[in-house]
């Protein structure tokens, strides 16, 4: 006792190894996050820029419309018949230029009422000295003698603009005093380039900012204007006083000579950031100008608190890893304790290490075999065509390891007659199919190494791709099954038979699945060996004297409900078995026939209603124990039957297959944690709206609501059968986390899994 005692003070070099061990772990992540926040600032910079730059672009366009809107207008008047005639000093016919001046400004005043943004148009007409707009008509000599008003262009505007027109054909001025923005153009010019008819178009300032404003969600404090090659003409923002000092001519010929450059810094004392956006008019941009001083503070406060957060992350390790060190070491401690002071005849029931690892491994194994019943459920439904190969999600072909670009497909379907020295008198439990699992694996896998294996109603199923470039698959595939059977029986006395189905595409793994069946129930009746081939099969539509027609006829009438002609065609048997005496070899014919008919209508049903007929379960031991007239009499019934509920499935509407599809795809796909409405919408071809409308409208619940039903009802099940942890029949049933799996459950189930499970324990 007092050495155990002095062992838990005393830490040895394990504890030690322990703390390092825990500090690589925990500190590892801290460091590589501490350079993920430095990258995140460097990130969040580049995204500030481009967001400003983003914005910038935003606001040129809305100018650019404008401008666009402008251009637009001067297109129409160009082609105004009275603008033509006035600017070649003349009159349209039968009119006078006094009169076609004053339709002019009746029609310059419908325009200029249709655009909000507009303060008036001017066109002036150099040959005549005449100036029209909305309001009236003058000769441009007046106008120094006229009273000078705020939306009025003033002489001086005029010959400014009339220079900037001999360059350019089209240009934009700013007289800021009286707060407009003129678009200008040469309307129409004589051969020699003159002007003879010139267009101005007058921008309100205010209603321009406003318009320009109301689009910015500035997250930045930044200012924006408007400018040409020497001067400013317009701005938005906080620092418009600042702006007048800004060197633009510096700045336009700068971006002028460097097309592809993004910014520009001042070099005056408050150093601001430029960005620069040209516009539609040559000679004009947008520029963004932010302070240099304002952005880096913005930047250091986040430097900040990433600092601190990796600084709080550190520390918080370091106490964590020195307490978990310490309460981990000591159970560790006593176990090693435990072993080297226990003699070595105790067993390992009383080994305190052994039964931990014995709890351990059955846990895995028992999660283990829960994924390996869910690949097995799902290729299942893959066989009994509920689930389309060529449909299968990627994520769940490549969680089950499903190879999806084979050409052709073959089915082996395995029966076990005895289990000889396994000992497993009740049929397929763990041991048997495990061994045959792996003996028929071995055998196949230079071959067809990706073949799956699959448990249903006491038989197994191997799907076996076959590639293209194998000769005479077939025989192979039959000589790796005589001898699988020939080993088994020689080693395990384990006696097998085996259908085997002819070769078919990747589409038709259900058509495989049933020729296997129905090959196996062949052999079963006619003893033909421990291997029948579907191939070798005599496909006869007569027996005896008793003309049967065909297994395909058999489909069609049922799936027509013609039930007066299944009457009649019934009739017309037992007519002939009247007869005539048929041989014992025939009766099993014929037992067969309708065998292989049921079994191919019955997968008909599945592919083609998903719907699997209750009427057209009753092929058992029963059916072939009875006399034959018995036999075709309840087959007669099977078939009314389900031609009845063939018939009151096809009244429902036609999206109600459709939303059973949905179901179905989610019953076979809940594992699946990336499975939401976006995915299951891509797999049916068809948008996320309109499924969730139809979906709801069906079933009066969510899509999501019902794929949560189906993960729950799921886990209650494994709940109910299995010691799993909470945590793995989260992951199994397809929940991101152990919170939203407890989440979802108790919204559900009025309980948490933890407490359900304790309602089970205590027998409740």
Known sequence: ???????????????????????????????????????????????????????????????????????????????NKYVVALANSKSTPGSTPVMDRYYLKKDLAAMQISNALIQRINLYFPDSGYIVNPV???????????????????????DAIGSALQENRIICYANREKNFIVIAQNLLTDITGKPLAVLCIQIDNKSLLTRLQSRLLLE?????????????????????????????????????????????????????IIDYYPLQISGTALISITEKKDYQAQMTRLLEIMLLTILICIFTGLVVIMYYSRKN????????????????????????????????????????????????????????????????????????SFNLSFPTVCVVLLSVEGTGSLNEPEGLAGLTAFTIENVFQELLSPQFPDS????????????????????????QIEQLTERLIGFLSDT????????????????KIPEACLQADTALEYQRLFETGRICLYETIPQKQIIGSIPLNTSEYIVNLVTTCNQAQITEYFNDI????????????????????????????????????????????????????????????????????ACREIAENCKNPSYGQWGKDICRFIDNNYFDVNINLNTIAEHFQITPSYLSRKFREQYQKSVIDYLYEVRISNAVSLLNETDLKIADIAQMTGFVDSNAFIRIFKKLKGTTPGKYKEGILQGN
């Open 136 to 158: 009236s008509t003058f000769e441009k000599s007046l106008l120094p003698a006229m009273e000078a008003k705020s939306n009025t262009m003033t002489d001086g505007d005029w």
């Open 452 to 475: 799956h294996f699959g448990i249903r109603k006491g038989k197994i199923s191997v799907l076996i791709p076959v590639s293209g470039q194998l000769d005479r698959p077939l025989v």
């Open 220 to 272: 930045y404090s930044c200012a924006f204007a408007l400018v040409d090659q020497e001067q400013l003409l317009l701005a938005a923002g906080s620092k418009d006083d600042s702006l007048s000092a800004l060197p633009i001519a510096e700045i336009a010929s700068y971006f002028t000579d460097r097309p592809d450059a993004s910014f520009y810094e001042t070099k005056n004392q408050g150093k601001v």
């Open 329 to 400: 070491y000591e159970p560790v401690s006593q176990i090693l304790q435990f072993i080297g002071d226990t003699d070595e005849s105790v067993g390992p029931a009383q080994n305190e290490y052994h039964l931990i690892m014995k709890i351990l491994t059955e846990n895995r194994n028992e999660i283990a075999r829960q994924k390996m019943m869910l690949k097995n459920n799902y290729l299942q439904k893959i066989f009994s065509g509920e689930i389309e190969f060529s449909q299968i999600p990627e994520q769940v072909a490549e969680q089950f």
């Open 574 to 641: 037992e007519k002939n078995l009247e007869k005539c005496e048929l041989s014992w070899a025939d009766a099993k014919s014929c037992y067969y026939f309708f065998y292989q008919a049921t079994v191919k209508l019955r997968l008909y049903c599945q592919t083609h209603y998903g719907l699997q007929p209750e009427s057209l379960s009753f092929l058992d031991e029963s059916f072939f124990s009875q006399s034959l007239p018995k036999a075709l009499s309840q087959t007669c019934r099977a078939y009314l039957a």
């Open 1 to 79: 006792m007092r050495r155990q005692t002095d062992s838990k003070k005393k830490k040895t070099g394990l504890f030690w190894r322990t703390l390092i061990s825990y500090a690589s772990v925990l500190l590892l992540p801290i460091i590589i996050c501490s350079f993920y926040y430095f990258h995140s600032y460097n990130a969040l910079k580049e995204r500030t820029i481009a967001s400003q730059h983003l914005m910038l672009e935003n606001s040129g366009e809305q100018i650019n419309s404008v401008f666009r809107d402008a251009i637009t207008l001067g297109s129409h008047i160009q082609l």
């Open 492 to 507: 395990f006395q384990l006696s097998l038979k085996a259908g085997i189905s002819s070769l078919q595409s990747q589409e």
